[in-house]
């Protein structure tokens, strides 16, 4: 069973950094598209970054230069990044996972990727 459970969510000041993480567990991570995305409220889910099975990356335009997407295939943690906060970087963020490279840095930014399991989704509050 796919399971993925992001950590290291919380509260950091404008112009601050966290760095979020995804353990994964019940499937072979180092084949899968992995992504982060989030939803803030009153908003739709939001791609940010997304990164294939052999490391390449493609990131949001709202991502770009800021956050940075990696991953560790031995340990089975997905990382996201996030420097220099902004207010519009509060949200919900989801971990996301789709057994398959295929069109990942294509269409992997968008929910219709039709990923196959998410996070529960972790909290990051950005103040002022």
């Known amino acids: 069973q796919v399971q993925l459970m992001e950590s290291g969510g919380g509260s950091a000041q404008v112009g601050g950094s966290l760095t979020l993480s995804c353990g994964v567990s019940?499937?072979?991570?180092?084949?899968?598209?992995m992504g982060w995305f989030r939803q803030a409220p009153g908003k739709e889910r939001e791609g940010v970054a997304v990164i294939n099975n052999v490391g390449t990356t493609r990131y949001a335009a709202s991502a770009e230069g800021r956050f940075t997407i990696s991953r560790d295939n031995d340990k089975k943690i997905l990382s996201l990044q996030i420097q220099n906060l902004k207010p519009e970087d509060a949200a919900m963020y989801y971990c996301?996972?789709?057994?398959?490279?295929?069109?990942?840095?294509?269409?992997?930014?968008?929910?219709?990727?039709?990923?196959?399991?998410w996070g529960q989704g972790i909290q990051v509050t950005v103040s002022s």
């Open positions: 019940g499937f072979t991570y180092s084949t899968y598209c």
């Open positions: 996301a996972a789709k057994a398959t490279w295929l069109g990942c840095l294509i269409f992997g930014l968008t929910p219709s990727y039709s990923y196959d399991a």
